[in-house]
């Protein structure tokens, strides 16, 4: 069964940086992947998807890696913004199966 | 505008009275489902449809029951509610489910969620 887990739980960075968020799954054959961005009480937002067969997908600042063969994938997010401050969450799907969502990172950009 | 539509945004009830929440989207999209975000729990699903009049369980349906009559419609309605059932709700939809080929029509669009407590 596909298990997701994103690491660091939780992060604080100060306005201006660059940073990495990590995503990490159990089945690497994996059908695609997206990266959502959830904002305290609301819903969900779709940021990214990446098919199996791609490497990278870029939207503005966001830039997210998949590398199947090591069961990771990576959100990217340049000139952070106090305005990103958000939970990432990534999600994992299987041929044929649901996505797996996995528990998110809490961002916290410092003016 | 392209959406994911829930009702109410807000329910605070009580034990054994029963509810619906309402779903419905405006894109014409075939998949459908519910999932229920706790604390330390994540997002689970509890139902989900592939098109009209097919349903499946998710990983948490229990105490809960769906219909899908309409393309557009996928209410979640729970019987006889109880307190281990207050979360929050959100409904979801995409294009498609897999196997059509095309992964991209698989973008999931959720609507803005539905905080339910039972009293």
């Known amino acids: 069964k596909q298990e997701v887990t994103q690491i660091p739980a939780a992060l604080s960075v100060p306005e201006g940086e660059n940073l990495v968020l990590n995503c990490s799954f159990t089945?690497?054959?994996?059908?695609?992947l997206q990266w959502f961005r959830q904002d305290p009480g609301k819903g969900l937002t779709s940021l990214l998807l990446?098919?199996?067969?791609?490497r990278e997908q870029t939207s503005g600042r966001l830039n997210a890696s998949l590398d199947k063969s090591s069961g990771r994938s990576t959100l990217y997010i340049a000139a952070s913004q106090p305005g990103d401050s958000a939970t990432y969450l990534c999600?994992?799907?299987?041929?044929?199966?649901?996505?797996?969502f996995g528990p998110g990172t809490r961002l916290s950009v410092l003016p | 505008e392209a959406q994911v539509t829930q009702n109410p945004r807000y329910l605070i009830t009580v034990t054994g009275k029963k509810l619906t929440v309402t779903c419905s989207q405006n894109?014409?999209?075939?998949?459908m489902s519910w999932y229920r975000q706790d604390p330390g729990l994540g997002l689970r699903q509890i139902y989900y449809s592939m098109n009209v009049e097919v349903t499946d369980k998710g990983d948490v349906p229990e105490g809960y029951k769906v219909s899908r009559k309409e393309k557009r419609n996928f209410p979640l309605i729970l019987e006889s509610p109880s307190p281990n059932q207050t979360s929050l709700y959100f409904c979801a939809s995409s294009l498609s489910f897999g196997g059509q080929g095309i992964s991209t029509n698989e973008k999931l669009f959720f609507g803005s969620g539905t905080q339910l407590s039972v009293l």
């Open positions: 894109m014409n999209h075939e998949y």
């Open positions: 999600a994992v799907k299987n041929y044929g199966q649901n996505f797996v």
């Open positions: 089945d690497s054959a994996i059908y695609n």
């Open positions: 990446i098919q199996s067969s791609q």
